[in-house]
């Protein structure tokens, strides 16, 4: 092995198992509340796996649990190239967006979220925080 490759597999050693193994793992890190470790390993099964939306769902989740916004924006943003019309992926970014202080766009997203799936009260509730932040802020 060359040794480039060699420093580069010592700095990020690759997760024991298989994809659907290190998504089972980064899902119990979650629950466990460990989004960190969570996202990092969903990001590598992320990497393996691009197309799967489950996997990037669930790191979505645990990079907006890490407090990682933009990384959490950036793939909830993803998921909603891949399906528009998914209302967790719009309430994810809303609230991601909000979290980041970009409150025009977190307000679009859960305006989304909220027409999609009125039945949901929680998204109605997180448009309206919103909606009132930036009410406040254009006072």
């Known amino acids: 092995m060359p040794e480039a ?3 580069r597999d010592a700095a990020e050693p690759t997760p024991d198992g298989d994809v659907y193994e290190w998504y089972q793992r980064g ?7 460990n989004p960190d470790a969570a996202a990092t ?3 590598r099964a992320s990497a393996a796996e691009p197309g799967s939306r489950s996997i990037r769902e669930a790191l979505a989740r645990a990079q907006y649990d890490a407090g990682r916004y ?17 209302d967790y992926a719009q309430f994810g970014l809303g609230l991601a967006a909000g979290r980041a202080g970009e409150l025009a ?11 999609m799936r009125p039945d949901l009260p929680h998204y109605a509730r997180a448009l309206r925080s919103i909606r009132a932040r930036l009410q406040r802020e254009t006072a």
């Open 5 to 7: 490759e060699h420093s």
């Open 41 to 43: 390993l969903l990001a």
């Open 105 to 115: 766009v977190a307000a679009e997203h859960l305006a989304l979220a909220a027409a």
């Open 27 to 33: 899902l119990q890190l979650l629950t466990d509340r």
């Open 70 to 86: 933009q990384d959490a924006i950036d793939s909830f943003t993803t998921l909603i190239a891949l399906n528009p019309t998914d």
